[in-house]
């Protein structure tokens, strides 16, 4: 079966810098669309950034230029790192894999900004 696994979250400071791993399995990682979305308390699961197969990128508005998607299809493994965070992007970060157009999540993991 398809299996997303999460690391990486954590608390940082404002301006701080962290770096979400995804390590996929059950499916043959290198033909699909991989993804990044969140979700912060009380609001709705949104898109952060996605990466084709063939490395094609797509970010939502409000972290472009911060974030960046990358996958590493020898290790099954897709990436997001998080530069200039905000307390605005405090979330529960989850992977997300769309497999012929089923899409499959992950169990998520935490990012607080703080200070």
């Known amino acids: 079966q398809v299996q997303l696994v999460e690391s990486?979250?954590?608390l940082v400071q404002p301006g701080g810098s962290l770096r979400l791993s995804c390590v996929a399995s059950g499916i043959t990682?290198?033909?699909?669309?991989?993804?990044?979305?969140?979700?912060a308390p009380g609001k709705q699961r949104d898109l952060?950034?996605?990466?084709?197969?063939g490395?094609?990128?797509?970010?939502?508005?409000?972290?472009k230029d911060r974030f960046t998607i990358s996958r590493d299809n020898a290790k099954n493994?897709?990436?997001?790192?998080m530069n200039l965070l905000n307390p605005?992007?405090?979330?529960?970060?989850y992977c997300n894999a769309n497999v012929l157009g089923?899409?499959?999540w992950g169990q998520g993991t935490q990012v607080t900004v703080s200070s």
């Open 29 to 39: 990682f290198s033909l699909y669309t991989m993804g990044w979305y969140r979700q």
């Open 88 to 93: 605005e992007d405090t979330a529960v970060y």
């Open 8 to 10: 990486g979250g954590g």
């Open 55 to 63: 490395h094609t990128t797509n970010y939502a508005a409000s972290v």
């Open 102 to 104: 089923t899409n499959y």
């Open 77 to 81: 493994t897709v990436f997001l790192q």
């Open 48 to 53: 952060v950034a996605t990466i084709s197969r």
